[in-house]
Structures are given as structure tokens and as C-alpha cells.
Nanobody, 121 residues
Framework: QVRLVESGGGLVQAGGSLTLSCVVS????????MAWFRQAAGKEREFVAS????????FYEDSVKGRFTISRNDAKNASSLQMSSLNPEDTAVYYC??????????????WGQGAQVTVSS
């Protein structure tokens, strides 16, 4: 059974930085396309960033471009999301997602439990 565990959430002041990490375990796949989504209170979940199996295809939601950086560590079956210049609009529960296929980087079969990120003004 594939399991994703996020870490690194917390409270940060506006303008600050935070890094989220996600480790994938329990699967028999050789690798995973990885992504991060977020859901603010009262809103639908939205895409934040994704990275393909090879790491050559990376996409960001427009509002985080230039501020967030997604990366992967294949040796650890992990992904990180470095977030900087955070603002209160970034406050949300952030979810890590993974899929053994990267044909469609908008679709993921495996999800983490979520990590709260709160940005104070």
C-alpha cells in the first residue's frame, strides 16, 4: 500500500519561507511523478506544482511562480516544496500527491494527509 507522509508545515509571518517535504513508501513502483496541491478554508483544492518522473517537466500555478520551487529526491522517494515570499493568501492545507505515471500531470492516485501552512500578516 502506497503511503505519503508530509512534514514541514507550520506558522510563518508574511514574507517568510517554509519548506514542505513528502516521502512515499510502501509501493512497488520504480518511481513517481509528484505534485503539490492546496486547499484553503471554504475553497476547492487547487494545483500548486508538479514534477515529472524524470524531473524535466515542472509546472507551477501562476500565483506561486517565482516564489515556490518543487524538487524531487529519487533516492529517498521524496519531494519537497520550497516556499518563499509567503503571503496570507498562501494559507491552506497543502497535500502531496504521487502517481507512477506522468502521462497526465494533473491526475494522481496517491495522496498524503495534508500539512497546514498558515501565513500571518
Amino acid at each position: 500500500q502506497v503511503r505519503l507522509v508530509e512534514s514541514g508545515g507550520g506558522l510563518v509571518q508574511a514574507g517568510g519561507s517554509l519548506t514542505l517535504s513528502c516521502v512515499v513508501s510502501g509501493g512497488s513502483y520504480s518511481g513517481y511523478a509528484m505534485a503539490w496541491f492546496r486547499q484553503a478554508a471554504g475553497k476547492e483544492r487547487e494545483f500548486v506544482a508538479s514534477i515529472s518522473l524524470s524531473g524535466t517537466k515542472i509546472f507551477y500555478e501562476d500565483s506561486v511562480k517565482g516564489r515556490f520551487t518543487i524538487s524531487r529526491n529519487d533516492a529517498k522517494n521524496a519531494s519537497s516544496l520550497q516556499m518563499s515570499s509567503l503571503n496570507p493568501e498562501d494559507t491552506a492545507v497543502y497535500y502531496c500527491a504521487a502517481d507512477p505515471s506522468d502521462i497526465d500531470l494533473t491526475r494522481y492516485n496517491f495522496w498524503g494527509q495534508g500539512a497546514q501552512v498558515t501565513v500571518s500578516s
